[in-house]
């Protein structure tokens, strides 16, 4: 069995190989554009998809030395995700699919991200507790079974990712500020600065109050002192950064404890925050969880992760029909 993936949901355009369970390629075409406007603009992002979908397939068909004639089947997002850049990549794998009379299979992007965890070893036993972090999302979810997922807490407002990088657009950070707050966090102190951490019901998050908190904190403190930014760089990025995976870290201790679930995986783009990876693996120690964290290129966004998921539907027989349209909010 061998199914090609495409992923099309935000600003990455991808594709991968999976040919009887071993992942042969992921390739991932970065739409650098949106840097210069701070944020995904989603027209330029549906452009894009359309000049990389193509190179990118082939790429992925060659580093895996698979021909088109080869394939089972096309999996593709289908949502959540922005709607123009899912048309794209429905489109691309329904044509495709036509043009060689194989089966569609249709994936939750948070789903994948999820089951990426099972594209290598280790590989989580069921039932486990998923926190699923990216750019539009903040999620806790206990996974009974490859396709039997339930979200148990989820964010009210912002998702913890839109929390970094909107923290780093107040820093003067480029787009997308999380990975660089994680970078200048590394050199400083994270108890430099307090935020509030806010209180919310049971194991939901939100995360516009600290936004709020920090565009205070820096305006009061750059018109005591404008360096203040430059001269404390590290400090405040530790700082944020440490606030943030707190508040992450306090539902995942309470939903593992009203679930009794030790079996605990990380997911999504911000799932590469190296202060988030290393919090979780000093609490799962102390805690006695079994803790799963993805490997980078399968955190962000990425085909490979798409593939596992179709992989599970394949099994199952689940195909999509050529009718299929994208779902922008998708969920499970
Ligand atoms: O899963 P993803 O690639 O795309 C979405 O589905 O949203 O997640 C992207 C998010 C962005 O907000 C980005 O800033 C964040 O993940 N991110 C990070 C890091 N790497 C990516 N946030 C904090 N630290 C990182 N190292
Ligand atoms: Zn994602």
Redesign the pocket.
């Known amino acids: 069995m061998t199914i090609l993936a495409i992923e099309s949901?935000?600003d990455?355009t991808s594709a991968a190989i999976l040919s009887d369970g071993q992942m042969l390629s992921n390739v991932i075409a970065t739409q650098l554009i949106h840097e210069q406007y701070g944020g995904v603009v989603p027209e330029l992002a549906s452009r894009a998809h359309q000049q990389h979908i193509l190179p990118v397939v082939e790429r992925a068909l060659s580093d895996a030395k698979v021909a088109k004639t080869d394939l089972s089947a096309i999996a593709f997002t289908r949502g959540p995700?922005l709607l123009g850049s899912l048309l794209v990549g429905t489109s691309f794998a329904k044509a495709m699919a036509l043009g060689l009379a194989i089966p569609l299979i249709e994936v939750n992007?948070m789903q994948a991200?999820v089951l990426a965890h099972f594209i290598e070893d280790p590989k989580p036993a069921f039932p486990f507790l998923c926190l699923t972090?990216?750019?539009?999302?903040t999620q806790i979810i206990r996974v009974d079974g490859p396709l039997d997922m339930v979200v148990i807490g989820q964010t009210q407002d912002d998702?913890v990712?839109?929390a970094?990088?909107k923290s780093?657009k107040l820093l003067g950070l480029p787009y997308?500020?999380?990975?660089l707050?994680?970078k200048y966090a590394r050199d400083g102190n994270p108890l430099a600065y307090r935020f509030p951490m806010g209180d919310m019901p049971e194991l939901n998050f939100s995360f516009s109050g600290i936004k709020t908190a920090i565009l205070y904190f820096l305006r009061d403190n750059t018109k005591a002192n404008p360096d203040f930014i430059a001269q404390h760089l590290p400090d405040i990025c530790a700082s944020i950064?440490h606030t943030l995976v707190q508040m992450l870290l306090t539902k995942l201790k309470r939903a593992a404890r009203e679930t009794g679930i030790r079996e605990i995986a990380i997911a999504?783009?911000?799932s590469?925050?190296?202060?988030?990876r290393t919090a979780l693996t000093t609490l799962g120690t102390e805690l006695v969880w079994n803790v799963y964290i993805p490997r980078f290129e399968y955190?962000?966004?990425n085909a490979a992760m798409i593939a596992i998921a179709a992989r599970f539907k394949y099994e199952q027989g689940e195909f999509t029909p050529q009718t299929v349209s994208p779902i922008p909010r998708m969920s499970f």
């Open positions: 949901s935000c990455e995700g992007h991200h972090v990216s750019g539009g999302h998702a990712g839109e970094f990088d780093a997308p500020g999380g990975p707050i994680d950064q999504g783009g911000v590469a925050n190296s202060g988030l955190c962000t966004d």
